[in-house]
């Protein structure tokens, strides 16, 4: 019985030191949020109910969150002098597609919250479909400076697709971007990957092509180093039980969920998917 106390008590010291190692290695990373859609009729897993949203939106306001842009992120980070400095408990919020509920439910939250987000759009479904964004919406939005329009390709087609020719690649990352400085009249600094997937190729491409930085789809958290084209995004989804306490977990455990989410996303690129679905991610 004693020598299972003492097994115990050195894995909670190990266990202890770990965590501390992890948490101080990531003290100066900076949360990166992922939405879809915000709605209470669609409900799958890329849906946020508007009511879970504005939850959300009132707990990083209620604990002393700091809303930030890309482009204060970047400042920060690329200050010499240290003379641009981030706020304390900085999270930078992010949509992808561009689905007309950012407009409709986001956008009168944003307000009552004086909350910033970045929504990177399809340029090619805007004013095309119905339930995606007007340029006139996204007009709106950008200039009332709680929305930051940005690029996300022109069509949504999948980066690591291998029947994708460079040139096809090219024309979606850069296309994209003159779209949203044509009908924006701003430039567009930042691009995020479809599905968060990205090839090295990719990554260079957008560098070449003048983006200031582009966005993946992982847990981990964003650092001033190394790599600014490959920068980390949490994943918020909707219906699920439990939902705010996935979101305070993802938001507040990145560094521990990041590289589960790794081992895991790996094991079901080897081939190993059967196993890989007993590894919860919260």
Excluded: C
């Amino acid at each position: 019985m004693k020598k299972f106390l003492m097994f115990i008590i050195f894995l909670i010291v190990v266990g202890g030191i770990f965590l501390t190692v992890i948490f101080n290695r990531e003290k100066d990373g900076i949360p990166i949020l992922l939405y879809h859609q915000v709605n209470d009729v669609d409900e799958n897993q890329l849906t946020v109910p508007v009511s879970e949203f504005e939850e959300q939106i009132k707990y990083l306001v209620d604990n002393g969150y700091s809303f930030i842009t890309p482009d204060e992120m970047l400042n920060a980070w690329e200050s010499e002098d240290g003379s641009i400095t981030l706020p304390d408990k900085p999270v930078i919020i992010t949509f992808d597609d561009g689905y007309i509920d950012t407009y409709k439910n986001v956008y009168p939250i944003l307000q009552q919250y004086n909350a910033r987000i970045t929504q990177f759009v399809v340029t090619d479904y805007v004013n095309l479909y119905p339930n995606y964004l007007t340029w006139d919406q996204a007009r709106e939005m950008q200039a009332s400076g709680l929305v930051d329009i940005e690029s996300h390709t022109l069509s949504h087609f999948n980066l690591v697709d291998n029947r994708l020719s460079n040139h096809e690649v090219q024309n979606q990352i850069f296309g994209s971007k003159q779209a949203v400085e044509w009908f924006m009249k701003k430039p567009a600094k930042y691009i995020a990957y479809p599905g968060g997937e990205y090839t090295r190729e990719a990554a260079e491409l957008t560098q070449q092509i003048g983006y200031r930085a582009a966005f993946t789809v992982d847990y981990g958290l964003a650092h001033k180093e190394p790599q600014h084209f490959i920068l980390p995004r949490i994943p918020i989804f909707g219906n699920n039980s439990y939902s705010m306490l996935r979101f305070q977990i993802r938001l507040r455990l990145a560094p521990l969920i990041a590289p589960i989410y790794r081992l895991k996303t790996q094991m079901i690129s080897d081939g190993n998917g059967v196993v890989a679905q007993f590894i919860w991610i919260p």
